[in-house]
């Protein structure tokens, strides 16, 4: 069966157009495939002036903060399986051990010491000091972290390939909720006095 060529060639364009990019529509449902595509895309869709300028604020517990470039607040990223984020610890900051469920990360330092490490499936450690222009990869879905060791504030970028990776700080999902004592004490050998004391300072109950 032949096909009019101009058919052919319709159906190449209009497919090749559709499937260009997905600006993510943040009016609609997001699922596991990100937010459904905007109708129309405009350059200010495809760029974010401005957004990791600035260091964020870390006064905080852990004394550091993430500025994220994910698809819900830069949608132009949206189902293209990419996005990027800023980090700033101060003195003594840490990024508390976590996971990225759906993306690995590479982490380049611009500025100050970090030490950095994850921990594999077979619970090996690779750790390493990170200066100025130091890259490391974190592979998905497994436990690391990020402490600023040096004397100075710490600015790195880390970029993702998700467009939503997702986070899990391992702590938090232990601490901060109201799994019961005894069962965290059951699952995990910490001894309730120690849960009861984390629960305390990071808002878990139970
Ligand atoms: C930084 O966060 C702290 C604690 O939430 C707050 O008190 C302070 O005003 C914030 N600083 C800036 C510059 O936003």
Same mark, same amino acid.
């Given at each position: 069966m032949f096909l009019p060529i101009s058919f052919i060639f319709s159906f190449l364009f209009s497919s090749t157009n559709a499937a260009d990019f997905c600006v993510g529509d943040l009016n609609g449902p997001?699922? &596991? !495939?990100?937010?459904?595509?905007k109708k129309t895309a405009t350059e200010d869709d495809f760029s974010f002036s401005g957004l990791l300028r600035t260091a964020g604020n870390t006064s905080n517990l852990v004394k550091a903060a993430i500025t994220p470039a994910f698809s819900t607040q830069f949608p132009g990223v949206n189902g293209l399986g990419i996005s990027i984020a800023r980090l700033d610890l101060a003195v003594g900051g840490v990024i508390p051990m976590h996971t990225h469920p759906r993306a690995s990360e590479l982490i380049l330092v611009m500025d100050g010491t970090l030490f950095a490490g994850f921990i594999s499936s077979d619970n090996k450690v690779y750790s390493k000091s990170l200066n100025e222009g130091d890259i490391m990869i974190f592979p998905q879905g497994? *436990?690391? #972290? +990020?402490?600023? $060791?040096?004397?100075? +504030?710490?600015? !790195? #970028?880390?970029? #993702?390939?998700? !467009?939503? &990776?997702?986070? +899990?700080?391992?702590?938090? !999902?232990? #601490? $901060?909720?109201? *799994? &019961? $004592?005894?069962?965290?004490?059951g699952t995990t050998f910490l001894d309730a006095a120690q849960i009861k004391k984390l629960k305390g300072v990071l808002g878990g109950t139970g």
């Open positions: 997001v699922g &596991p !495939a990100g937010y459904s595509c497994l *436990l690391h #972290f +990020q402490i600023n $060791t040096g004397k100075t +504030q710490s600015v !790195a #970028f880390v970029s #993702f390939n998700s !467009a939503d &990776p997702g986070v +899990q700080i391992l702590d938090f !999902a232990l #601490f $901060t909720n109201d *799994l &019961p $004592t005894d069962i965290i004490e």
